[in-house]
């Protein structure tokens, strides 16, 4: 099997409703991501033969991720993630927020920057996404 791996980061703040510790407040992290694409085979013809997927296609992906999620407010799309984007919406800042229909953990993010990118026809393996330098999350669908 052939494995392609490739990364971006990105600068997000995220809000954890109803979470009790250090992390309960809105908090920003420098995301790294790292996503791996796998193929047995590879392409035959055309453009891309001899390759398992064209780096310059995954990296559009890869940006589509990073433009949605970069210098944004990441928020569970509940009834108190509305509240609070409706006092945010009050104030003189312009904040840019996401609503997402979990909670955004790096578990939850891991998993929907996935499939994200599975639905774009990759052949997604891996994606590992890092809070911090030192803590990640790894989703990958079973085989």
Do not use: W
Not at 20 to 30: D, L, Q, S, T, V
Not at 92 to 105: K, M
């Amino acid at each position: 099997m052939f494995i392609l791996k490739s990364e971006i980061g990105f600068d997000s703040s995220h809000y954890l409703g109803g979470y009790n510790g250090k992390c309960a407040n809105i908090h920003g992290h420098r995301y790294r991501l790292v996503i791996k694409v796998k193929g047995n085979k590879l392409k035959e013809s055309g453009t891309n033969r001899a390759m398992v997927e064209d780096f310059n296609y995954i990296k559009v992906a890869l940006k589509e991720i990073h433009d949605l999620f970069d210098h944004k407010l990441i928020i569970e799309d509940d009834e108190i993630g509305r509240d609070l984007i409706k006092r945010l919406e009050g104030t003189p800042q312009n904040f840019e927020y996401v609503l997402v229909p979990y909670r955004p953990t790096a578990e939850e993010m891991s998993r929907d920057i996935f499939n994200k990118i599975k639905e774009k026809g990759i052949d997604i393996y891996e994606v590992e996404l890092f809070e911090t330098p030192t803590n990640s999350c790894i989703y990958r669908e079973d085989e």
